[in-house]
């Protein structure tokens, strides 16, 4: 009987441990489990964060892009939360559809990352553009079972780039413009110089007058100029005649092509009169005036005081400049008087492109 009883207690003894070990077991496993859980959960939220600090749209869609599953817009394009086999019409413009089945068809057939900058619709109804780029999800058979995606608004970037190209564009027009003006001046100075010293002095001159108003453009960011800044630095180097130019006129803005053309022709017409006209003695004055009536631009240079002025026999090259290149500039006429009591300058052009200033 003791020998039944004491071989009864060691069964239950078994009995016990093993419960306890199974219950250990369990415990270890659902610890493994819960620890798994929360590294995973850890993991996620890490992914998440940093697919939301990359980018501003996250996507899942089929395998082959028929049907977008889900996509989180981030404020940048509508959010779909169902299957849409309507996204593309949907989401891209016309004009990139094709550009995006091209790269939808080549990732799909060589299992590759799609990635693609392509204009979208937004959602505040504009136009913008997105940068993205999607992973294959492969079965165990290596597949595709779907495609996770991302996308970043891109939009800022495209305009900056494109106003780059516009202004590269723009720059390289004025570069080829001036150079070509650059060529004129000095072929035609040179032709008719009576010498080489002579014809050095002169061009040296004109493309001073030429980098001056070039220095207020590039202030003004080539864009529209006031006139009288024009004016005075265009007659910067006569300043020692003090009082004996009077320039004035309303405040109007030049564009840049205008600006120059101007610029050059005060500097032909204030050398001139330096050297032969009224600025040549003591008792000559310059009376500079522009104005803006009924949409026509006036400028007038006229020299009162000076020697007897007289018709010569054939016009030079400044002559040439003033009045037709510089009136083209205006799309109007220039034309210069030799009157007995002194040159004067007559300039009439549309002021589609000059604004009064405030």
């Known amino acids: 009987m003791k020998a039944e009883l004491a071989a009864l207690r060691s069964s239950n003894d078994s009995v016990t441990s093993g419960a306890q070990r199974d219950e250990a077991?369990?415990?270890?496993?659902?610890?493994?489990?819960?620890?798994?859980?929360?590294?995973?959960?850890?993991?996620?939220?890490?992914?998440?964060?940093l697919v939301r600090s990359s980018s501003e749209v996250r996507y899942l869609i089929?395998?082959?892009?028929?049907?977008?599953?889900?996509?989180?817009?981030?404020?940048?394009?509508?959010?779909?939360?169902?299957?849409?086999a309507n996204w593309l019409d949907e989401y891209i413009p016309q004009e990139h559809r094709d550009l995006v089945r091209a790269e939808i068809a080549r990732a799909i057939g060589e299992k590759d990352t799609y990635h693609i900058e392509h204009k979208v619709?937004?959602?505040?109804?504009?136009?913008?553009?997105?940068?993205?780029?999607?992973?294959?999800?492969?079965?165990?058979?290596?597949?595709?079972?779907?495609?996770?995606?991302?996308?970043?608004?891109?939009?800022?970037?495209?305009?900056?780039?494109?106003?780059?190209?516009?202004?590269?564009?723009?720059?390289?027009?004025?570069?080829?413009?001036?150079?070509?003006?650059?060529?004129?001046?000095?072929?035609?100075?040179?032709?008719?110089?009576?010498?080489?010293?002579?014809?050095?002095?002169?061009?040296?001159e004109r493309l001073g007058a030429l980098a001056r108003a070039q220095d207020i453009l590039t202030q003004a960011n080539f864009a529209e100029t006031g006139i009288r800044t024009v004016v005075a630095a265009a007659l910067a180097p006569h300043q020692d005649v003090?009082?004996?130019?009077?320039?004035?006129g309303p405040s109007i803005n030049l564009a840049s092509q205008?600006?120059?053309?101007?610029?050059?022709?005060?500097?032909?017409?204030?050398?001139n009169a330096?050297?032969?006209?009224?600025?040549?003695?003591?008792?000559?004055?310059?009376?500079?005036?522009?104005?803006?009536?009924?949409?026509?631009?006036?400028?007038?240079?006229?020299?009162?005081?000076?020697?007897?002025?007289?018709?010569?026999?054939r016009r030079g090259f400044g002559s040439r400049l003033i009045e037709q290149i510089v009136g083209s500039y205006f799309d109007g006429n220039g034309r210069i008087d030799f009157d007995a009591s002194g040159?004067?300058?007559?300039?009439t052009g549309t002021a589609s492109s000059l604004e009064l200033q405030a």
Do not use: C
């Not at 077991?25 to 998440?48: I, M, N, S």
């Not at 003090?242 to 004035?248: D, K, L, N, S």
């Not at 040159?343 to 300039?347: D, G, T």
């Open 242 to 248: 003090g009082e004996r130019i009077v320039a004035e």
């Open 25 to 49: 077991v369990r415990r270890a496993v659902a610890d493994e489990v819960e620890r798994r859980e929360r590294d995973l959960a850890k993991l996620t939220a890490q992914l998440d964060a």
């Open 274 to 313: 330096v050297k032969y006209g009224s600025l040549s003695n003591e008792e000559g004055r310059v009376s500079v005036r522009w104005d803006v009536v009924d949409g026509v631009f006036s400028f007038d240079w006229i020299e009162t005081g000076g020697p007897v002025v007289v018709d010569p026999p």
């Open 62 to 84: 089929n395998a082959d892009w028929s049907e977008l599953a889900q996509l989180s817009g981030g404020g940048f394009i509508p959010d779909t939360s169902e299957g849409n």
């Open 343 to 347: 040159i004067q300058f007559h300039l």
């Open 258 to 271: 205008r600006a120059l053309g101007l610029s050059l022709a005060i500097h032909e017409l204030a050398t």
């Open 121 to 204: 619709n937004r959602v505040n109804g504009t136009v913008g553009w997105a940068l993205s780029r999607a992973v294959p999800l492969f079965d165990e058979s290596g597949e595709i079972m779907s495609w996770m995606g991302a996308a970043s608004d891109i939009t800022d970037r495209k305009s900056a780039e494109e106003a780059q190209r516009i202004l590269n564009e723009e720059l390289a027009h004025r570069m080829k413009n001036m150079l070509a003006l650059v060529q004129a001046i000095t072929t035609q100075t040179l032709r008719q110089a009576s010498s080489l010293e002579e014809g050095r002095v002169a061009i040296s």
